[in-house]
């Protein structure tokens, strides 16, 4: 990389059905393991809510 140059920031996305556990689990073990250079987030292909006790435990 040359001086002067900003890298732009990795984003990474972990997709699941619902959005309600495994993908929030998989951003909370993401951003507990990466560095504040990689913008971590979670999301779903359908409304099914969050479950509290995961996104709590991991995030």
Known sequence: MKKGLEMEKIRVMFLCTGNSCRSQMAEGWARALA???IEIKSAGIEA??????CHQNYV
């Open 35 to 37: 560095s504040e250079e």
């Open 48 to 53: 099914h809510g969050q479950k509290p006790t």
